[in-house]
Each structure stands twice: as structure tokens, then as C-alpha cells.
């Protein structure tokens, strides 16, 4: 296993546009979590699962938001009608469950949105 | 609600001085602490941690130690080299109480020069 994938790396698009990424994570990790990290800031949380449930939302997530992980597996978080305020590094990092967890995350190298 | 606070950047060194980047923290309960290295163009990746009070964490020269009775998980490492230039962020996790969101500081950017 090489880690934490995600895709793409980088996405230039006009505003109003829906845009999608996707993460892979560890495979024995059964927690993904999504963050976005803009200029001088650090992490700021999405969401996150346990296996296929999405268990919490920041009040940051619009409704133009939506993550899925349909199988416990990769996970998609897609941005409806982006605005130029979607700009940011999206972040994807994974964590093994409770029981052998330190709370230690894997990150990807993440994706970065550009709205026009 | 969980929060964490560390020192503003940059901080700029010569090679082979002294560094500390202060953290402390806001937490319920007792959470894992850590702290995460983001090098130029890389994504971010564990640098040390700690889960009990007292605990120190170190790796590649760098050390924290877990002090609950100051709140604070302070980054130190004796001699610093240009190429430990980097972003740190601290970091908690909780580990209990049903919520197990990581909370990340801003970040403190590093600068080392030879």
C-alpha cells in the first residue's frame, strides 16, 4: 500500500462549474476524513466517516457540498456550482478505528481547486 | 470546543540554532497531541506524538513533551538544518466522548538559513 492517494492533484475551473475529487485511502483505515487548507491557514475539518457513514459535518459544508464513501472505501467529495471562495487545497487523510487508534492522520497530497 | 494555538511565523534561524514553536491547547478530556511537518509542495506528514501526559515525542532530532498542566506541546529541536524549512502544525485528537475530529493550529512556518 503506497499511502493515501487522491485525485487529481490539480483543477482549474470556471465558476459555476461542479467539480469532483477523490481519495483513496490506507486500505486497513477504516476513517477518511476530508479538510480543506487555504494560504497561511492549517486544516480546517469537512467531514468524516467511519467504514460508509458519514458521521459528522462541519458548519463549514455548504449544501453545495457532498462527500460519499459508498463501500468503506475511496471516497468522492464533489462541489456544486464552485464559487471563487472554493478555492482551496482539499485534504484527504485517513486513520486506523478504535481500538489501535492514536488518532495519528495519513494524508494525501491533496487537490487543489482554482475557481475562476 | 477543542481548539489548539501556536506561535505565528515565519521563524527565521540560522543553521544550527535553537528552535521552539509554542503550542498550547483547548480540549475535553485528555487528547492525543501531535505535531505534522508540510515541506514545499508535499502534503502533510507526521512529525512526532504523544498520547499521555508526560509523554515526550521525538523524531529526527525534533522533541514535545505533553505538559496537561500547561495545556502546551511545545516543538523543540537543539540544531536546526536548512532543510528542516517547513510549515509545523500542531495538532490534538480526541480520543473519547464520540467525537474524533483531529483540530490543527494555523501552522508556523520555519525558515532556516545556512
Known amino acids: 500500500d503506497t499511502g493515501v492517494s487522491q485525485d487529481p492533484r490539480h483543477k482549474i475551473t470556471k465558476r459555476g462549474q461542479n467539480v469532483t475529487f477523490r481519495c483513496d485511502p490506507i486500505?486497513?483505515?477504516?476513517?477518511l476524513y476530508w479538510y480543506r487548507q487555504t494560504l497561511g491557514q492549517g486544516p480546517e475539518f469537512l467531514t468524516y466517516?467511519?467504514?460508509?457513514?458519514?458521521?459528522?459535518k462541519s458548519r463549514l459544508l455548504s449544501d453545495r457540498f457532498s462527500a460519499e464513501r459508498p463501500k468503506g472505501s475511496f471516497s468522492t467529495l464533489e462541489i456544486q456550482r464552485t464559487e471563487q471562495g472554493d478555492s482551496a487545497m482539499y485534504l484527504c487523510a485517513s486513520s486506523a478505528g478504535q481500538g489501535s487508534n492514536t488518532g495519528e492522520l495519513f494524508f494525501g497530497e491533496g487537490s487543489r481547486l482554482t475557481v475562476l | 470546543g477543542n481548539s489548539v494555538t501556536q506561535m505565528e511565523g515565519p521563524v527565521t534561524l540560522s543553521e544550527e540554532a535553537f528552535l521552539t514553536i509554542n503550542c498550547t491547547y483547548t480540549?475535553?478530556?485528555?487528547?492525543?497531541l501531535f505535531w505534522y511537518v508540510q515541506y514545499p509542495g508535499e502534503g502533510l506528514q507526521l512529525l512526532l506524538k504523544a498520547t499521555k501526559a508526560d509523554d515526550k515525542g521525538s523524531n529526527k532530532g525534533f522533541e514535545a513533551t505533553y505538559r496537561k498542566e500547561t495545556t502546551s506541546f511545545h516543538l523543540e529541536k537543539g540544531s536546526v538544518q536548512v532543510s528542516d524549512s517547513a510549515v509545523y502544525f500542531c495538532a490534538l485528537a480526541p480520543l473519547s466522548g464520540g467525537s474524533y475530529i483531529p483540530t490543527f493550529g494555523r501552522g508556523t512556518s520555519l525558515i532556516v538559513h545556512p
Open positions: 466517516f467511519q467504514n460508509e457513514a458519514q458521521l459528522e
Open positions: 486500505s486497513e483505515h477504516n476513517r
Open positions: 480540549a475535553t478530556g485528555y487528547p492525543s
